[in-house]
């Protein structure tokens, strides 16, 4: 069993940037791979996606360029560095886990998932 606890959210302008964590217990991060998704009011969607290995990473059309994920064994913690954040990206985020060397963009990829953390960026 793995929990995940995501920090950093909060409230930013238009243009800032933001660095959401996820930290992991019960289990080694390095077996998993790892998964940012989104969910404004309506269904939640994919952000981005990182192998175990970190040599993979998938991200969503409208997030590539301004996002990088990220992840540090050692720590057990997964990064989002969001940069030029605009209104659109207001949502809550949530980090997950897949017990894949590699995922992708399916929700069902992913046996672990944290509460989420708001994202709040203004215009």
Request: glycine share 12%; with cysteine.
């Amino acid at each position: 069993q793995v929990q995940l606890v995501e920090s950093g959210g909060g409230l930013v302008q238009a243009g800032g940037s933001l660095t959401l964590s996820c930290v992991a217990s019960g289990r080694t991060l390095s077996s998993f791979a790892m998964g940012w998704f989104r969910q404004a009011p309506g269904e939640r969607e994919f952000v981005a996606s990182l192998s175990t290995d970190g040599g993979t990473t998938y991200y969503a059309d409208s997030v590539k360029g301004r996002i990088t994920i990220s992840r540090d064994n050692a720590k057990n913690t997964v990064y989002l560095q969001m940069n030029s954040l605009k209104a659109e990206d207001t949502a809550v985020y949530y980090c997950a886990a897949s017990h894949a060397r590699v995922s992708g963009s399916l929700m069902g990829e992913y046996a672990y998932w944290g509460q989420g953390t708001q994202v709040t960026v203004s215009s």
